[in-house]
């Protein structure tokens, strides 16, 4: 039971954050107790050398007194002294050691080891050997035993008696302990508050990287769908870890992306290769098993030729599509579009005129875009391309302009069969071929590549109402995209 | 024309040899990006082929090493890798022509011979004649047998690639890419038509044709 409560604790304490916490804690506790020392140290040595000179000029006094008045007077002196004054600490021996007056119960001085002075010789205070000592005494106020601290000199006499004088070292001694204690108190206090709030950030941090633990360990056994959870913030609020969350979850949208490519690859390749190979191959059985001429091979070998070159730009055409639809491919620079779509109404004009059909470019000079001329060039060509071959007679017309707003349209139309409204955006989908158009030679992934094309270049691909004819109407793509700036 | 391939597919390299080889060049074979290298230092070639993926050191630093070097023999990439990043990625390195993977014998042909034709020299000059076809760069002018064809300009371009090839095979999409500067597959014949439209030009009118079409290749402009 405790072991299963202290196991967690365990793993939290081997966190960053409760680290760090720690680390701090331990710095300030440092500090602190360096201050502290610091300060004590200092205040009680000043003290200690205010009573120090205080002891010496009472003993002075006292010095002189004993000098003329001798013993006599001096005892008379400190026991006077003695009675009256509190912070004042007096003791007079005698020779044998004994004490003889005073307001202290004795020298806190081992007195064999301080050196006599030879009898008959002069009193000199300036020999006086000083201590630091603490005493007990009854508060002055509530009347309760206190320790206190004092400072005091002794002065042995040539006559054989001593004198001790000391200072007490007053309040400030007592408000410097107090505080030292207080700190003391305080600095456990906060170690033990850091130790708290250390594991309960590292609780927190714990959960947050659970979370996004949690979440890779789901993508990698397969679930690509998992995101890990957002918090509901403000915009530009998060910490670290809303930006670490983001982070991962537009990294788990690239990876969706590029797997779910590579995937539709595979299947592209599949749909779109496998239907003009199994002809291929029922082609060239056919020719094995029945051809009787060397030229009904060749003619046979000739064709299979011409499927195969179909073969491999379908093939082309879907990896390239793949590619673009996970983002890569496609280098955009600064590109005059008036001049491209001249370029390619100049291509497409002898052909789409050899089709029996008229053809009109109306192209607005100086539209400039950021786009790659290759990849744009044949998107435009796809859309050609299809027109030519969906329109049986009347017109082809061919556009560029400005729009309102900072977009340009290319847009295409014709007056060929024309597309029901409902089925318009049905075949910009991959793979779709509507029934009406099986018979037509194509991949069918010229729209989904035109489509990828808008995309990857910021814009879009529409389809609408094209050119009349007799009895309905035909088609206009619109290839919409935004100007440079 | 003196030619080395430089190809690690052994089968595919030596399809290539004989396909150059019936078309009246000598081949010469290497295996790896070294070998290669060091044969391309070495021999008076007219063109390098170049597979872009060689073992030991690939295609694009051998041939950007070569040109570092001062070798400025025309050199044909050739990868699987056929997107347009990738071609800008080869001329870049020092190629001066890329071809993707798979391509047809006539292709490569027809592009080894533009390249062993463009280092010839004669790239400069401003006055064009092939037999009684003449072209005239700067006044912009066609004659055949001295009398002036009208010919418009997007048809000028394309004469003038012909003429430069003048009694060579060219591509399809050797003209889309050398005319027209786009790299990929139009599903429509639009080479085609303009080709056939030049030709009611310059042999309508005149006894003996010029541009022939070459079945499963391209074209081919006479003198």
Not at chain 1, 117 to 131: D, F
Request: with cysteine; charged share 25%; hydrophobic share 45%.
């Amino acid at each position: 039971m405790l072991k299963k409560l202290l196991l967690p604790l365990r793993s939290l304490t081997r966190t960053t954050s409760f680290r760090v916490a720690m680390a701090f804690a331990g710095l300030f506790a440092g500090f602190a107790v360096l201050l502290l020392g610091f300060l004590y140290a200092t205040t009680v040595g000043r003290l200690g050398l205010e009573a120090d000179r205080a002891a010496r000029q009472v003993l002075v006094e006292l010095s002189s007194i004993w000098q003329t008045e001798a013993i006599d007077g001096l005892n008379m002196a400190v026991i006077q002294r003695a009675a009256r004054a509190s912070d004042t600490l007096y003791v007079l021996v005698q020779p044998d050691g004994k004490v003889l007056s005073g307001n202290l119960d004795a020298v806190p001085l081992d007195l064999s080891q301080i050196d006599k002075p030879e009898a008959g010789s002069q009193l000199n205070p300036a020999q006086a050997v000083a201590t630091s000592f603490s005493y007990e005494r009854p508060d002055v106020d509530t009347g309760r035993i206190e320790r206190r601290r004092a400072r005091g000199v002794f002065l042995a006499g040539p006559d054989g008696f001593g004198l001790f004088v000391a200072r007490d070292l007053g309040p400030g001694v007592q408000i410097a302990d107090y505080v030292a204690r207080v700190i003391w108190l305080g600095g456990a206090g906060v170690l033990a508050f850091a130790v708290v709030g250390g594991l309960m950030a590292a609780r927190q941090a714990a959960g947050r990287v659970d979370e996004l633990t949690r979440t890779t360990r789901a993508v990698m056994a397969g679930d690509l769908q998992r995101r890990a959870a957002v918090r509901t913030i403000a915009p530009g609020d998060g910490d670290e870890f809303d930006a670490l969350t983001e982070d991962l979850n537009a990294m788990l949208e690239r990876i969706e992306r590029l797997v779910t490519a590579a995937r539709t690859t595979g299947d592209s390749i599949a749909h779109d290769l496998r239907s003009p190979l199994t002809r291929l191959r029922a082609r060239l059985e056919a020719s094995a098993a029945k051809a009787s001429s060397p030229e009904d091979l060749r003619d046979a070998i000739e064709d299979a030729l011409i499927q195969l070159d179909g073969v491999v730009t379908t093939f082309n055409a879907v990896l390239r599509l793949s590619r673009l639809e996970a983002g890569e491919g496609g280098k955009l620079e600064t590109l005059d579009v008036s001049l491209l779509v001249g370029q390619l109404a100049d291509l497409f004009e002898p052909v789409i005129e050899e089709a029996g059909l008229s053809f009109t470019a109306d192209i607005e000079p100086d539209l400039i875009i950021k786009a790659d001329r290759s990849l744009l060039a044949q998107s435009i060509s796809n859309l050609l391309d299809n027109a030519v071959k969906y329109t049986p007679e009347g017109e082809i017309r061919l556009s560029a302009k400005r729009l309102s707003g900072r977009d340009m349209a290319i847009c295409i139309a014709d007056s060929g069969a024309g597309i029901p409204v409902e089925q318009r955006n049905h075949v910009l989908e991959r793979f779709v071929r509507l029934d009406s158009a099986r018979s037509q030679p194509g991949s069918g992934i010229g729209l989904s590549l035109a489509v990828a094309i808008a995309e990857l270049h910021g814009g879009r691909l529409s389809l609408e109402d094209g050119l009349p004819r007799g009895d309905g109407v035909g088609l206009e793509a619109r290839l919409i995209l935004p100007l440079a700036s | 024309m003196r030619v080395l391939i430089v190809e690690d597919a052994g089968e595919t390299a030596l399809y290539m040899r004989r396909a150059l080889e019936e078309a009246g060049h000598v081949v010469d074979l290497a295996a790896d990006g070294p070998t290669g290298e060091m044969m391309a230092r070495g021999g008076a070639f007219d063109v390098l082929v170049f597979d872009r993926m060689l073992p030991k050191k690939d295609g694009l630093s051998v041939v950007a090493d070569l040109r570092t070097a001062g070798i400025a023999t025309p050199v044909l990439f050739l990868s699987a890798l056929g997107d347009v990043e990738h071609r800008v990625e080869g001329l870049k390195a020092g190629g001066d022509d890329y071809l993707a993977k798979p391509y047809a014998a006539s292709e490569l042909i027809a592009r080894v011979e533009a390249l062993g034709r463009r280092h010839e020299g004669g790239a400069a000059s401003t006055h064009l004649k092939v037999g009684e076809l003449e072209m005239d760069l700067l006044a912009r002018v066609v004659r055949r047998e001295g009398r002036k064809i009208d010919i418009q300009p997007r048809e000028f371009r394309l004469l003038e690639y012909l003429m430069r090839n003048a009694n060579q095979v060219v591509t399809r999409t050797m003209l889309l890419e050398k005319v027209w500067d786009y790299h990929f597959d139009p599903q429509t014949n639009v080479i085609d038509v303009h080709v056939s439209r030049l030709r009611s030009k310059i042999d309508r009118d005149f006894d003996k044709p010029m541009l022939h079409t070459v079945r499963g290749a391209g074209y081919r402009l006479e003198a």
